[in-house]
């Protein structure tokens, strides 16, 4: 049985079981932040970690430099994205003592990851 999550993303075609987290099947909701993300990690047990990037202005030098910051998030066995997946996440309860977020969506996926 497939959830409203309140936003505009497509719901995954495979459906999950006993996953209490997931957004689609296991009716968790999701409240604050979305944005994308790259994934650098994806060995745990339905866990990844992802980098985001942004850049910072340095008034001294009048540049930009490169900032990253690294999320562990929920990655439910419905969506299973890989390492070098650009994905969309958005911010949740807390699930553990450092997951904060789920991922909801697979905007791109990496090209070896496609065997």
């Known amino acids: 049985m497939k959830h409203n999550i309140g936003i505009d993303a497509p719901a995954p075609k495979t459906e ?10 296991g009716g968790f909701k999701l409240r604050g932040k979305m944005f994308t ?11 990844a970690t992802v980098q985001k ?8 030098y009048q540049r ?6 690294k999320f562990r998030v929920h990655n439910p066995a419905c969506i299973e994205a890989k390492e070098g997946d650009e994905v969309q996440i958005m911010e949740s309860r807390p699930i553990s003592k450092t997951k904060r977020f789920v991922i909801i969506n697979i905007l791109s996926k990496n090209e070896s990851n496609k065997k």
């Open 53 to 60: 990037t942004r850049q910072h202005y340095l008034p001294k």
């Open 16 to 25: 999950c079981k006993d996953d209490k987290h997931c957004p689609f099947h």
């Open 37 to 47: 993300a790259t994934v650098v990690a994806s060995k745990m047990n339905k866990t």
């Open 64 to 69: 930009y430099e490169k900032r990253k910051s």
